[in-house]
């Protein structure tokens, strides 16, 4: 029988709802059905397309005498951290605080007052590794629930102390400049992998954010280095397996130092990230590599992820069912034999691609099977013969079962995605992936914004099949969509979603905003939790508050808002406390710095739509390397209907009946220009 998660819009949740366990969604009655019961609550947290997740509910969660057990002795809470973030923020600061490292799933058991008291991750079934069974962690915390109360409440209530009583006093750092870039890049230096590229070692994550800052600081200050770092990486990440050579797109991380095997599971964020910082990087350098990698990942989002709405689907998971064996396995649907590759494509071929796509017989991953990856001394072989082994290989997965996906839009992520295909569509001349960005901000907007009258408007966290979800956005969300909004302003000239971004970014000022600056993840208003979450630092994504000073500081860019710059100058502050320290977890308040210290460049371009000249300066404004320089394009001030949604065109006119481009800086502007080649070299442009 279903259990109270069947109506939840979740599928991580979804995919609990047949559990024998008796699982409650995040609510005030499960605490009060604690309270009423006198048991601890089990709070089990993780996300759909997480490995030992499913692992976990195969062993203890599905089991009927684990179950018995958890539903007699506690009440027992399943949440889907990319819905609820927050919680998962703050129980995760917990765990990580008393055991030194965290992961998912998280378990978490706590008071009836939400206090935590004992932590974990994953527990195994029987004793292994060290590690106890998830039943004697079951039995122990019952006991000593039942026989050590006052001890429990003593620890409950002091952990619940101490992360209330962890205050962030970055706000008051004032704005980093060119002395703590510096600082960050020598910091990163020191990290780098100059043999494999990336930063530190196993397992290595792709440092998306950390890019983006290495380009924009090499399009500043012309630093060689930088530039080095985030090509070797990107040519690193592109040839190895964390990269899907048929399909295009980012596997989460790889498990080895060297980018060959990936932790299989295709999150949307790193995509989105990934495909913009390859775009850039084509930008600066005119890499065909990087040209087709950016296309690729952003082909792979719209085939893969892509919902029926329009929006963009959070992930795909780790693992699927092996049509040889019938079992569920990590990374069953990329992995490749040479004797699967010789089934495909014969003999010939199949030997050339063996050697191309290092597959061997001993096997790169699991069971004698490879991932597939470039090796830098694969054979030379013809291109057009390569792409058709690629796309017969293609064909030949696609009959594979498949990975599941996780249907769920999350906005934050979502305005990620818009902005990497906005920017690819412009840069690549691809209008069919600008139209698929302007879909989802159109879904972001008719589904997830509420503004109805009578109460302050807002933003929901997700939603699924149209439907809105019930949980309300975080900082991020804000942050992201703002952003993306941004982005595909400057894109099409279509000044609404500069609105809406303003709109988004007014509620950051107004509901999410410290006295001294500083940020917090949810609202003034949100629910109340043991503390308010309130974490600067990037990890596998942009952090709020730094996703929210990048898109403050280009609206002030676009508007001129002293408002929305100060308050992007005063949040920013915490890179200057922590770029210098650890710039490997502050990359994208890093890029946005960087942004702040060229200024940003404000780019307007005026003419008639119809005027290939005008087509030729947007194009020349939109590729240039000036790092967060934003742009607008419309009618001129003088012609009808040219008073405009964007205010960078107010009193721009043509010149001498031409199309014009006016860049700006620290309020001091360049002569305006009708010649696409001045305009790239007003904006550090080189020219692919």
Same mark, same amino acid.
């Given at each position: 029988?279903?259990?109270?998660?069947?109506?939840?819009t979740?599928?991580?949740?979804?995919?609990?709802?047949?559990?024998?366990v008796?699982?409650?969604?995040?609510?005030?009655?499960?605490?009060?059905?604690?309270?009423?019961?006198?048991?601890?609550?089990?709070?089990?947290?993780?996300?759909?397309?997480?490995h030992?997740?499913?692992?976990?509910?195969?062993?203890?969660?599905?089991?009927?005498?684990?179950?018995?057990?958890m539903?007699?002795?506690?009440?027992?809470?399943?949440?889907?951290?990319?819905?609820?973030?927050?919680?998962?923020?703050?129980?995760?600061?917990?765990?990580?605080?008393?055991?030194?490292?965290?992961?998912?799933?998280?378990?978490?058991?706590?008071?009836?007052d939400?206090?935590?008291?004992y932590?974990?991750?994953?527990?195994?079934?029987?004793?292994?590794?060290?590690?106890?069974?998830?039943?004697?962690?079951l039995?122990?915390?019952?006991?000593?629930?039942?026989?050590?109360?006052?001890?429990?409440?003593?620890?409950?209530?002091?952990?619940?102390?101490?992360?209330?009583?962890?205050?962030?006093?970055?706000?008051?750092?004032?704005?980093?400049?060119?002395?703590?870039?510096?600082?960050? =890049?020598?910091?990163?230096?020191?990290?780098y992998?100059?043999?494999?590229?990336?930063?530190?070692?196993?397992?290595?994550?792709?440092?998306?954010?950390v890019?983006?800052?290495?380009?924009?600081?090499?399009?500043?200050?012309?630093?060689?280095?930088?530039?080095?770092?985030?090509?070797?990486?990107?040519?690193?990440?592109?040839?190895?397996?964390?990269?899907?050579?048929?399909?295009?797109?980012f596997?989460?991380?790889s498990?080895?130092?060297?980018?060959?095997?990936?932790?299989?599971?295709?999150m =949307?964020?790193?995509?989105?990230?990934?495909?913009?910082?390859?775009?850039?990087?084509?930008?600066?350098?005119?890499?065909?590599?990087a040209?087709?990698?950016?296309?690729?990942?952003?082909?792979?989002?719209?085939?893969?992820?892509?919902?029926?709405?329009?929006?963009?689907?959070?992930?795909l !998971?780790?693992?699927?069912?092996?049509?040889?064996?019938?079992?569920?396995?990590?990374?069953?649907?990329?992995?490749?034999?040479?004797?699967?590759?010789?089934?495909?494509?014969g003999?010939?071929?199949?030997? /050339?691609?063996?050697g191309?796509?290092?597959?061997?017989?001993?096997?790169?991953?699991?069971?004698?099977?490879?991932?597939?990856?470039?090796?830098?001394?694969?054979?030379a072989?013809?291109?057009?013969r390569?792409?058709?082994?690629?796309?017969?290989?293609?064909?030949?997965?696609?009959?594979?079962?498949?990975?599941?996906?996780?249907?769920?839009?999350?906005?934050?992520?979502?305005?990620?995605?818009?902005?990497?295909?906005?920017?690819?569509?412009?840069?690549?001349?691809?209008?069919d992936l600008?139209?698929?960005a302007?879909?989802a901000?159109?879904?972001?907007?008719?589904?997830?914004?509420?503004?109805?009258?009578?109460?302050?408007?807002? /933003?929901?966290?997700?939603?699924? !099949?149209?439907?809105?979800?019930?949980n309300?956005g975080?900082?991020?969300?804000?942050?992201?969509?703002?952003?993306?909004?941004?982005?595909?302003?400057?894109?099409?000239?279509?000044?609404?979603?500069l609105?809406?971004a303003?709109?988004?970014?007014?509620?950051?000022?107004?509901?999410?905003?410290?006295?001294?600056?500083?940020?917090?993840?949810?609202?003034?208003?949100?629910?109340k939790?043991?503390?308010?979450?309130?974490?600067?630092?990037?990890?596998?994504?942009?952090s709020g508050?730094?996703?929210?000073?990048?898109?403050?500081l280009?609206?002030?860019?676009?508007?001129?808002?002293?408002?929305?710059?100060?308050?992007?100058?005063r949040?920013?502050?915490?890179?200057?406390?922590?770029?210098?320290?650890?710039?490997?977890?502050?990359g994208?308040?890093?890029?946005?710095?960087?942004?702040?210290?060229?200024?940003?460049?404000?780019?307007?371009?005026?003419?008639?739509?119809?005027?290939?000249?005008?087509?030729?300066?947007?194009?020349?404004?939109?590729?240039?390397?000036?790092?967060?320089?934003?742009?607008?394009?419309?009618?001129?001030?003088?012609?009808?209907?040219?008073?405009?949604?964007?205010?960078?065109?107010?009193?721009?006119?043509?010149?001498?009946d /031409?199309?014009?481009?006016?860049?700006?800086?620290?309020?001091?502007?360049?002569?305006?220009?009708?010649?696409?080649?001045?305009?790239a070299?007003? /904006?550090?442009a080189?020219?692919?």
């Amino acid at each position: 029988m279903p259990n109270r998660l069947a109506n939840e819009t979740s599928p991580y949740l979804l995919q609990h709802a047949d559990n024998p366990v008796d699982w409650w969604p995040w609510s005030p009655e499960a605490f009060a059905e604690a309270r009423e019961r006198g048991v601890p609550v089990l709070l089990s947290v993780g996300y759909s397309s997480c490995h030992w997740c499913h692992v976990l509910a195969i062993e203890s969660f599905q089991d009927e005498l684990t179950a018995a057990y958890m539903n007699e002795h506690f009440v027992n809470i399943k949440v889907d951290r990319e819905e609820r973030p927050d919680v998962d923020a703050v129980y995760m600061e917990a765990v990580q605080a008393a055991t030194g490292q965290g992961g998912w799933p998280m378990t978490v058991f706590l008071t009836a007052d939400a206090e935590p008291f004992y932590f974990g991750t994953y527990f195994p079934p029987e004793p292994r590794h060290g590690m106890p069974s998830f039943m004697q962690v079951l039995e122990g915390v019952r006991a000593a629930w039942v026989g050590r109360p006052e001890e429990v409440a003593e620890v409950a209530q002091k952990i619940a102390r101490d992360l209330a009583g962890r205050q962030l006093d970055y706000g008051k750092a004032g704005a980093p400049g060119p002395e703590e870039l510096a600082q960050a =890049l020598l910091g990163l230096t020191r990290e780098y992998d100059a043999a494999r590229g990336g930063f530190g070692g196993a397992p290595k994550f792709p440092p998306s954010m950390v890019l983006e800052f290495l380009l924009r600081h090499h399009a500043r200050t012309g630093s060689e280095g930088a530039l080095q770092m985030a090509a070797d990486t990107c040519e690193a990440m592109a040839r190895g397996g964390i990269y899907d050579q048929l399909g295009g797109g980012f596997a989460r991380y790889s498990v080895d130092r060297e980018w060959v095997i990936p932790h299989f599971e295709k999150m =949307l964020y790193d995509n989105a990230l990934l495909c913009r910082v390859y775009a850039h990087l084509w930008r600066a350098t005119g890499s065909e590599l990087a040209r087709r990698v950016a296309l690729e990942t952003a082909d792979f989002m719209v085939r893969e992820l892509r919902t029926a709405q329009g929006g963009f689907a959070s992930a795909l !998971d780790a693992d699927s069912e092996d049509p040889l064996t019938g079992k569920h396995v990590e990374g069953a649907y990329y992995a490749w034999t040479p004797g699967r590759l010789r089934e495909v494509l014969g003999e010939d071929d199949g030997a /050339l691609a063996a050697g191309y796509f290092g597959v061997t017989e001993e096997g790169t991953f699991e069971h004698g099977t490879s991932v597939l990856q470039l090796p830098q001394d694969g054979p030379a072989v013809d291109a057009e013969r390569i792409a058709g082994i690629r796309a017969r290989l293609l064909a030949a997965r696609a009959e594979r079962p498949a990975p599941g996906r996780d249907d769920k839009v999350v906005a934050a992520w979502n305005g990620l995605a818009i902005a990497a295909l906005a920017e690819c569509g412009a840069y690549f001349e691809r209008p069919d992936l600008v139209e698929r960005a302007t879909e989802a901000a159109d879904l972001l907007v008719r589904v997830h914004f509420d503004a109805a009258a009578g109460r302050a408007p807002r /933003l929901a966290r997700t939603s699924k !099949d149209g439907r809105v979800g019930a949980n309300a956005g975080v900082l991020e969300d804000y942050g992201d969509v703002a952003e993306g909004f941004l982005a595909l302003a400057a894109v099409t000239g279509e000044g609404v979603w500069l609105e809406f971004a303003g709109l988004l970014l007014d509620l950051v000022l107004d509901r999410f905003t410290a006295e001294d600056g500083s940020l917090y993840d949810t609202a003034h208003d949100a629910e109340k939790l043991i503390r308010r979450p309130q974490d600067p630092t990037d990890t596998a994504a942009p952090s709020g508050w730094t996703a929210a000073a990048g898109a403050l500081l280009s609206y002030a860019a676009h508007t001129g808002s002293e408002a929305h710059r100060t308050a992007a100058e005063r949040a920013l502050g915490v890179v200057q406390a922590l770029g210098p320290r650890v710039p490997r977890f502050i990359g994208h308040g890093l890029s946005v710095a960087e942004a702040l210290v060229d200024g940003p460049r404000e780019v307007a371009v005026v003419g008639h739509p119809e005027d290939p000249a005008r087509a030729a300066l947007h194009r020349a404004a939109l590729l240039g390397t000036a790092p967060g320089a934003v742009v607008a394009v419309g009618l001129p001030q003088a012609a009808e209907g040219g008073e405009g949604e964007f205010p960078l065109l107010a009193e721009r006119t043509l010149v001498h009946d /031409l199309p014009a481009a006016y860049v700006c800086r620290h309020f001091v502007c360049a002569r305006p220009t009708t010649d696409p080649v001045e305009l790239a070299e007003q /904006l550090g442009a080189v020219r692919p």
